[in-house]
């Protein structure tokens, strides 16, 4: 009976966000619901990109490229083709785990900063191309018919129903990220990370690896997508690829310690946290903005590791819990 | 018949923008070159450019080409300032970090801007004139800038080549500890090359704003097209950053000719990732 | 099967810059092959060539009868082949134990992470670094982080393995205790290549010896034939104290 100790990392992460899940449930308060589904949101995207990141060492800027596609994709099967919810996520997500393939096959050949380019120069050629093309609305973007709520007895039901459903792809991201950081897969990710030559000397198949780390990087980003401008009932080019959204993912990864489960986790609810109070607080929020700035920048001179990274440094014995 | 008409009118203006985005993307490529540094503060700094002509022209009357001078020089100043704050400790650090110290200047120059001139579109009504090419008519204002941006490569290429900090960059850019084995005071080197980087990234800004609109937002698009100059050229290569500033310049010109104008972000960006898998050293080369 | 290794006739071109000038031979399962040279004259680039970190310009490398001349690196890592690493390549943020992990986990054999613990551990023990199993491996020093690479490699249960100046850098004794596990090695079977500079100890261990100059082949025979072989010698008398070492022990 070993096996347990394995998953004992999973045990914090998935205590902070069945907490968060169940914080708008207790307050019963719409507001908190809505914090509460940026934060799970931040989760799942974090975590997502810390498969790409943070175990295989590659930098993607252009994340958020597989959660404007993936939305795109399946909001126009719910809307246009009035498919459930369900099944557009569905979609949704294996359409961003194929574009990551494909993509994968070619660019991750690119090491260090030119991949980062890369993925920048994908994001923004996709928010361009999605703003060409008419089917998908063009610029204007597609807008939900009030109708396709009704199936779910009405927008106040449905969008109760999304937070739910976001909870839940939040707790699969986390299963996901453990499952790979504990696999044999996992491992030969973190040889790549460290060295790829060794790695594929030791006879890790490096170029297959790191498409799939892409994809399942990329899977449940395409369905965050679809449930997110579901529930915001619009999407256009411009909200669907922001870049700076994609950077943000990167520094909350950074912020919470890359390479862990429970660092995305951390990083995402401070980072959003204190986006947060500093957007509202009267003192800090005309330059909440350099705030931010600032204390990133504290972060990545003095803590690159970030916080969990910094943790499992000064205290080797917390090693199996913070994973 | 349509089509060429429409190219040639479209032409002329796209290669003199050309020369303009060149010398913004030639400060980005200069940095990587010399530090291996993705520098992401970049785009507000083409915007503070943007903002140093309009405080100087439309607060203090200084002509906006005059206000180069000043900008130029605040600019190299800015850029050794931030080397040290927030480059210097992370320059041997993996990509993300130097990526992210970079990105957090960006941040803070944003918050700073949009406290002090909120986000909303500026304008320098600066008129120089203009006269007709053919069936074109051309701005002095795009003219005289593009022709300030020949001269500011010409005086790079003379610095890189002809004087002892610029042989010292071109040495460091090559290999870094060897030009330091060679006794080349690598710290200053690298601080003066981010205060060069900069201080082109502002000189454009400035000059752009004397034909555009702008906010404090917008060198986040230049600083784009940077990326993809930087790439046409050779990421490394500031001289090749002229004319990949040049092939995007014709790019913007001559597609509206024959595809709607908003496929040119596409076809940019398609074509920047396309020569970053074929030709990672750019169409003319550049460092390994 | 003849040779566990055919090296047939290899040439690598850097642009206009020959490393390897058409080098063959043949090598014998359970053996030990001592492959020497002055600085430059391709050893390392033999083994690159071999390994498949980059193919052959001509020429042909045959292992377990197989042409792996265009295989990659992780093809022939599954072959059965394992390397160290002139200058190592640790895995930095990694355990020691998870290093070697990685080795028994990708190579020849593919063990899962449950069957691999126990075989890192029980290579570990061999290489004598079991009670650094837990630290980070960029906490070794060198002389721990050569047992690593071997380790590494060991864990993947390789046919053959290509060890690159394993005995570099280290101090007397360190160097004794290496060559006692390089013979350890060939005695459970596996057949090794060594590049080497440490003169006495590489003509100790080895069945048989190439000499690599200007990346062609100019000598190769059991130890006593390299030893009193003239071109060798000549070879070696760019550098006159090795020369001068050469012809001491041929005199004794």
């Given amino acids: 009976m070993k096996n347990w100790r394995n998953h004992l990392g999973l045990l914090l992460p998935m205590l902070v966000v069945i907490g968060f899940s169940l914080w708008p449930v207790i307050t019963g308060n719409i507001s908190t619901r809505e914090s509460a589904f940026t934060i799970l949101k931040a989760i799942a995207l974090a975590s997502s990109l810390n498969i ?197 993912l990167l520094v909350m990864v950074m912020l919470g310690g890359q390479g862990t489960v429970l660092g995305p986790i951390l990083g995402a609810f401070a980072y959003q946290g204190m986006r947060g109070y500093f957007v509202t607080s009267e003192f800090f929020k005309d330059i909440q903005l350099s705030v931010s700035g600032v204390l990133l920048l504290l972060i990545v001179l003095f803590i690159p590791a970030g916080a969990v990274g910094w943790l499992r440094q000064k205290f080797p014995t917390l090693r199996r819990v913070l994973q | 018949m349509q089509q060429i008409s429409l190219l040639l009118t479209s032409l002329p203006d796209g290669i003199l923008l050309g020369f303009v985005y060149g010398v913004a993307a030639m400060g980005l490529t200069l940095i990587w070159g010399v530090m291996d540094v993705i520098n992401l503060s970049h785009g507000p700094i083409i915007a503070l450019g943007m903002f140093g002509t309009f405080f100087l022209f439309i607060r203090s009357g200084i002509n906006p080409y005059l206000g180069l001078i000043p900008i130029a020089i605040v600019g190299l100043l800015l850029g050794v300032v931030i080397y040290f704050v927030a480059v210097h400790r992370v320059i041997n650090a993996p990509h993300l970090s130097s990526l992210l110290a970079t990105f957090s200047v960006n941040m803070i120059i944003i918050g700073i801007g949009t406290a002090v001139v909120t986000t909303s579109p500026y304008n320098v009504d600066f008129n120089m004139g203009s006269f007709q090419l053919g069936s074109t008519t051309v701005l002095g204002t795009r003219l005289i800038a593009a022709l300030i941006a020949i001269l500011v490569t010409g005086g790079l290429y003379l610095f890189l080549f002809r004087t002892r900090p610029g042989k010292y960059i071109r040495a460091v850019t090559n290999n870094r500890s060897a030009a330091e084995l060679m006794g080349i005071p690598s710290t200053r080197i690298l601080a003066l090359s981010f205060g060069l980087g900069t201080m082109l990234a502002a000189v454009s800004g400035a000059l752009i704003s004397t034909f555009f609109p702008f906010s404090i937002l917008a060198g986040g698009s230049y600083e784009l097209k940077s990326f993809v100059i930087g790439v046409l050229g050779g990421l490394g290569n500031p001289i090749g950053a002229l004319f990949g500033g040049l092939i995007l310049g014709v790019l913007e010109g001559a597609i509206p000719a024959f595809l709607e104008t908003s496929w040119v972000p596409v076809i940019e960006f398609g074509l920047f990732v396309v020569i970053l898998l074929v030709r990672p050293n750019g169409l003319f080369g550049a460092k390994q | ?231 060798v010698i000549e070879a070696y008398l760019g550098d006159p104290k090795l020369a001068q070492k050469l012809m001491q022990k041929a005199q004794e």
């Fill in chain 1, 52 to 248: 790409l990141l943070g175990y295989t060492g590659y930098v993607s800027f252009g994340h958020i490229v597989f959660y404007g596609f993936g939305g795109y994709i399946g909001l126009y099967f719910v809307n246009q083709q009035d498919w459930s919810i369900w099944a557009g996520m569905l979609v949704g997500g294996i359409s961003a785990g194929i574009l990551a393939f494909l993509l994968g096959k070619a660019i991750l050949r690119l090491r260090g900063a030119y991949f980062a380019l890369a993925t920048i120069g994908i994001n923004e050629a996709m928010k361009a191309l999605f703003n060409n093309l008419d089917l998908f609305g063009g610029p204007i973007g597609m807008v939900l018919n009030f109708s396709v709520y009704k199936a779910y007895g009405g927008a106040a039901k449905a969008l109760g129903m999304a937070f739910y459903i976001m909870a839940g792809l939040t707790i699969i991201a986390l299963i996901i990220s453990h499952l790979v950081r504990t696999s044999k897969f996992g491992l030969g990710l973190l040889a790549i990370r460290e060295d790829e030559d060794a790695a594929e000397v030791m006879g890790v198949v490096a170029p297959d690896t790191k498409t799939w780390a892409y994809v399942l990087s990329a899977i449940i980003p395409g369905m965050v997508g679809v449930l997110f401008f579901f529930k915001n009932g619009n999407v256009e080019p411009h909200v669907a690829f922001p870049l700076h959204s994609s950077i943000e």
């Fill in chain 3, 1 to 231: 099967m003849t040779s566990l290794l055919q090296v047939k006739g290899v040439s690598k071109f850097f642009g206009g810059l020959q490393a390897l000038n058409d080098v063959t031979f043949e090598l014998p399962e359970g053996q030990i092959l001592g492959l020497i040279g002055p600085n430059g004259a391709g050893k390392t680039t033999l083994f690159n060539v071999i390994n498949g970190v980059y193919p052959a310009t001509e020429g042909q490398v045959i292992f377990k009868d197989q042409d792996v001349t265009e295989a990659k690196t992780y093809e022939m890592a599954k072959l059965g082949l394992a390397r160290t690493h002139q200058i190592v390549k640790p895995l930095n943020e990694l355990t020691v134990i998870e290093n070697v992990v990685v080795g028994a986990c990708f190579g020849r054999q593919g063990y899962s992470l449950r069957k691999a613990t126990p075989v890192a551990e029980e290579v570990l023990n061999f290489v004598g670094i079991a009670d650094r199993s837990d630290q980070l491996a960029s906490s070794l020093n060198v002389a721990q982080k050569k047992r690593l690479e071997m380790a590494r490699a060991l864990a993947a249960q390789p046919h053959l393995l290509l060890l690159d100046e394993v005995l570099a850098g280290l101090n007397q004794s360190e160097i004794a205790e290496m060559v006692e596990t390089v013979r350890k090695i060939r005695d459970k079977g596996i057949t090794i290549i060594m590049i080497e500079h440490v003169m006495e100890a590489v003509m100790n261990v080895s069945d048989r010896m190439i000499v690599l100059n200007f990346g062609a082949q100019i000598a190769e025979g059991n130890p006593d034939e390299i030893r009193n072989n003239p071109r």
